[in-house]
């Protein structure tokens, strides 16, 4: 294994999910035996912090693509590195920059979602989704999809609980709320007030913030007058354990929703983006979780509704915990360095 570069972002407005996956393959990548450099606009003191203590190397750019100085500054790390794979995860990464990574005669895999570019020029396209095989993606003769959940990529502290099992309460009295790295509709503020609606004795709720959240301030002031039992956590590194925790969960409909698939968590998948809105379309048709779409419309009253009536609906949790747990089996960060290794040596 030799040098894996990553290009990926977070902050307020595009979250954290790009990076936090990126941030499994790199550690599959050097538990393997390979070295890692992220290269990328992220100024969160806490995510950095984290590669950090991964022993990854960081190169900070200054703006983001479009701007010129990041394919510049992306090309002089990637001189001297020929053999290398550049991964690249980021909706404002477009067909230029790919174009230019082949160009510059390095190996390219493109983490994507909902095949919004009308061209690939990627080696590999990795979409981790239910509805990846339902998409059409336009690619060069070499280019080879890799579509499904099969390759779903989750972090080293989740692979730990592998061979778990989770017990389905009859009535579910905990539940967990993640909406993702940075939330800037402050949809989270919505579901601690719908939790205050449901009746049921007993019930907890560890509601998790992520680092760019702008929202804290107001979180804690609504949860200190909560009568319901409610608590706030800002930037969990139990994550895994907070999801074991749990009888269900309010999650947005991003990456976090493999990880809670992964560990069996019933789950009430939010859309607040138009790509989030493709992923609970294949949520939905494969029965895994139950979906909202708030990107138009956010109702207190319907996810009360919701909720109460899963938490209340044990076959109903039951059937979602092990369609999740056979859907995600922790295998996917093998399998795609498996398919690294070979395409490096094919070509």
Not at 88 to 105: I, L, N, P
Not at 183 to 192: A, M, Q, S
Not at 207 to 219: D, F, K, Q, T
Not at 297 to 312: A, N, V
Request: proline letters at 3%; a negative charge; charged letters at 25%.
């Amino acid at each position: 294994m030799k040098r894996l570069f990553i290009r990926a972002d977070a902050g307020t407005r595009i979250g954290a999910g790009h990076f936090m996956r990126c941030l499994a393959l790199a550690q599959a990548w050097k538990d393997a035996g390979g070295e890692v450099s992220f290269i990328t606009a992220c100024q969160n003191d806490d995510l950095l912090q984290r590669l950090r203590e991964e022993g990854f190397a960081i190169h900070l750019l200054a703006n983001p693509h479009p701007d010129p100085a990041d394919w510049n500054d992306t090309k002089g790390l990637l001189t001297g590195f020929p053999d290398a794979w550049l991964v690249m995860d980021g909706y404002h990464f477009d067909e230029t920059y790919q174009q230019r990574v082949k160009e510059a005669g390095n190996r390219l895999l493109v983490i994507d979602d909902i095949a919004h570019l009308k061209h690939y020029y990627a080696d590999i396209v990795l979409n981790q989704n239910l509805h990846a095989e339902q998409l059409h993606y336009s690619g060069e003769p070499y280019t080879q999809l890799l579509l499904g959940t099969r390759y779903v990529l989750l972090r080293r502290e989740f692979l730990a609980w592998r061979n778990w099992k989770r017990e389905i309460p009859e009535v579910a009295r905990r539940v967990l709320v993640t909406l993702g790295g940075s939330d800037p509709e402050n949809h989270t503020l919505g579901v601690i007030q719908a939790l205050q609606k449901i009746d049921i004795p007993g019930l907890e709720a560890v509601v998790v913030i992520g680092a760019s959240n702008p929202h804290a301030s107001v979180l804690e002031t609504e949860v200190g007058k909560s009568k319901a039992s409610i608590r706030l956590v800002r930037s969990a590194r139990n994550m895994p354990e907070l999801m074991a925790g749990a009888d269900v969960a309010v999650a947005s409909a991003g990456s976090t929703v493999w990880e809670l698939a992964f560990l069996g968590v019933p789950t009430i998948a939010v859309a607040t983006t138009l790509v989030e809105e493709h992923l609970i379309g294949g949520l939905q048709k494969h029965g895994l979780f139950l979906g909202l779409n708030w990107r138009n419309d956010f109702s207190i009253q319907q996810l009360g509704e919701t909720l109460d009536d899963l938490m209340r609906d044990g076959k109903r949790r039951d059937d979602m915990s092990q369609l999740g747990q056979r859907l995600v089996d922790g295998n996917g960060c093998e399998n795609m360095l498996g398919c690294l290794s070979k395409l490096k040596a094919a070509r």
